[in-house]
């Protein structure tokens, strides 16, 4: 079969000939119909700087839906015919966080004052994922998806759950106020899930080059958008907001000097969710934080509870996710979709084996 496989730790990946997965006893064969390429496969293709820990060579894709076509074990063979999405998290089920239900903090008992990246984040990563025809998926790591989900939409439903995650990490409550800062993927998932929850107002901040992206956010419910290079960012929300900032500001870019701004754009008593990760480890005004309140959390990876929370909330067709899709590709094609990715053209690029 074809496959996407990290080969190597230098730049690319190739398309190469693979077997098809020998599935263990637990395991089941699912036959992919969907992966979709994620910000950190394009990292991984441009080499592995703070993707040691990955496992080369293997196949890429944690993004990914498809079919259950064998079963290892046959008090699995319900599940044949069944269609899913994969969990790339395999979590331990004893370290702390486990037992909290925090699989995606799990340090598999390394020590939770390690904040590495997860442990339990194994397909695609340190084990062989779904950019491929077939792949050999743990029972415990397959939840069932409808029938009538699209597939380009059921493949990015992991992306979309980190948007999720960090609503459920929020208390956004309807007529309350919000801005996502940055108008990548995550971000715009993110006023997709969003533009259900009855915000007065949901500004999306990006930049000039980002104007297409922008545009689809006002598609996706936005109601403002300011162009963070071509005006002061916080003087914008502040006139957008009667000075008075807003509820949540959801911080998807990791850039750096957005993390500050963001705890700028708050109310009093407002929120900032930290979701990008930065290449710069940055000084938060810290003072402004005490004076005014304002509460700082982390957003990191997916529970299985939020992955099911993703795929109800795709399932009942009241948010605008397939706009989101803005290309396809076979796997043979796969490396014009990465390029698709790092020219950042469109949104989700998705491959179809
Ligand atoms: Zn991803
Ligand atoms: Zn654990």
Redesign the pocket.
Known sequence: MKAVVKSHRGQGVEIMEVEIPKFKKNQVLVKVEGASI????LHMYHGMNAYEWVNVPVVLG??FAGRVVEVGNQEHEHLVKQRVLINPYVPCGECASCQKGNTNLCDHGKGAMDKVPAKSLQYGFRQDGGMAEYAAIYYKNILPIPEELPIEVAAML??IG?GVRALERASVLPGGTAVVIGPGPIGLSLVASLSNYGLKKLIVTGLAADKERLELAKELGATDIVIADKVNEVEAISALTNSQGVDHVFETSGFHQSMVSGVRMCSKGGELLLVGISAKETTLPSNEIVRGEVTVKGVYGVTEKTLNRAISMASSGKYPYRKLVSHTFSIEKALEGFETGINKQGVKVILIP
């Open positions: 994620c910000g950190s496969d944690h993004e992991e992306a980190i």
